[in-house]
């Protein structure tokens, strides 16, 4: 596996076991987990502040789109992917070029999803 040592990511995920497992597995990547949100006000704010290289969001955060969070990434120029269960036909129209990967999933499908969404500039590939 690629290593990300140092890589940092926020996570949003509002399902604690499947946040703890996502963590697991940057970890095993190298990444640093910044911080973990399970609530849209709370992502929201990170997203805005939190010093990250990377965000992984979950679709559907307590049955609240994760789109605002997305939004303020981009406008922050920082890559993000969506997870989610529902597949493409979960995200809004504006997000559909995002790269996304479904739940559930495996370390290496992850490591191939942060390549898309870090694209091929970045150093650690």
């Known amino acids: ?14 399902e604690g076991f499947v946040a703890l497992m996502i963590e697991d597995m940057l970890e095993d990547l190298g990444c640093e987990i910044v911080a973990s949100a399970a609530r849209l006000t709370e992502a929201r704010g990170l ?17 609240h789109p994760s789109f605002p969070v997305a939004e303020i990434l981009r406008e922050r120029g920082i ?6 269960g529902y597949g493409q ?3 809004s129209h504006d997000f559909a070029d995002q790269p996304l990967i479904g739940k ?11 390549a898309r969404a870090l694209g091929s500039t970045n150093p650690r590939l």
Not at 79 to 84: A, L
Request: no cysteine; aromatic share 10%.
């Open 1 to 14: 596996m690629s290593n990300y040592s140092g890589l940092k990511v926020l996570v949003v995920e509002d």
């Open 89 to 91: 036909s979960g995200l």
């Open 47 to 63: 997203a805005a502040t939190a010093t990250i290289d990377l965000a992984i969001l979950d679709v559907n955060l307590a049955g």
């Open 104 to 114: 559930p999933f495996s370390a290496k499908q992850l490591q191939e999803t942060i």
């Open 79 to 84: 890559p993000f992917f969506f997870s989610t």
